[in-house]
């Protein structure tokens, strides 16, 4: 089982609201991601991380921000929620040693925004 | 990256080995195959790889045909757990972060 962890599981919280999505992994994986994905649909990848203080943005435009200042956690930013961002979002990680299609993915947030 | 073709759906009986198959005739040299499982509102788990031997790990095994047109991924036993969508996807690893993206995969459902 990889040690991959994201809180909270399940969030729902009012338009405007600033939130942050957490996620942890003690694998010591210098490789971070941030999907998205909704019901029955594809995942998306929103944002990436090729270790301490490096992030870029994915193949799909998002509102959110992300961080990286320690090796094992890479936090989501949402600076005002809105309905739009009602999404399933899923972290995962990979060792920078093995293939790059070799990812393990946390349990994700469901969030909710009304 | 190489197209996949799965079969939509499968049944396999509890404690029997599940073979799942995938095509993917137009796989090019570079190219790894990895199978990827999603049970239903979880996180995808990756399951193995190869590039053309078998692969075997403590979940499944991978069987490539030597022209590495089509792939067999088999769970030996499978169990009611094991119920989920597969992927098979094809991918050149070149090192940078890039979309993990699923076709849609075989529903394997396990029947007690």
């Known amino acids: 089982e990889a040690d991959i962890y994201q809180t909270p599981r399940y969030l729902v919280i009012g338009t405007g609201k600033k939130i942050t999505l957490e996620c942890s992994q003690t694998?010591?994986?210098?490789?971070m991601y941030w999907y998205q994905q909704d019901p029955g649909m594809e995942l998306h990848l929103i944002h990436y991380?090729?270790?301490?203080?490096?992030?870029e943005k994915g193949d799909l435009s998002s509102e959110s921000t992300v961080s990286r200042i320690r090796t094992e956690h890479f936090p989501l930013t949402l600076e005002s929620a809105r309905p739009s961002h009602t999404s399933q979002y899923l972290c995962?990680?990979?060792?920078?040693?093995?293939?790059?299609?070799?990812?393990?993915f946390g349990p994700g947030t469901r969030l909710t925004v009304t | 990256d190489a197209k996949t073709t799965q079969p939509p759906s499968m049944d396999c009986a509890e404690g029997r080995a599940a073979n799942l198959p995938c095509n993917h005739s137009?796989?090019?040299?570079?190219?790894?195959v990895y199978w990827y499982r999603q049970i239903h509102s979880q996180g995808p788990q990756y399951i193995i790889h190869?590039?053309?031997n078998n692969e075997t790990n403590e979940m499944a095994s991978l069987i490539i045909t030597e022209d590495r047109k089509s792939s067999t991924l088999i769970l030996p036993h499978a169990t009611l757990r094991d119920t989920a969508v597969y992927y098979c996807?094809?991918?050149?690893?070149?090192?940078?972060?890039?979309?993990?993206?699923f076709g849609s995969g075989t529903q394997l459902t396990v029947l007690p």
């Open positions: 137009t796989i090019s040299g570079n190219e790894y």
């Open positions: 995962a990680s990979s060792d920078p040693t093995a293939n790059t299609y070799e990812q393990y």
């Open positions: 996807i094809v991918r050149v690893d070149d090192g940078s972060a890039r979309q993990l993206t």
């Open positions: 991380s090729y270790g301490v203080n490096s992030t």
């Open positions: 190869g590039l053309k």
């Open positions: 694998m010591g994986h210098d490789k």
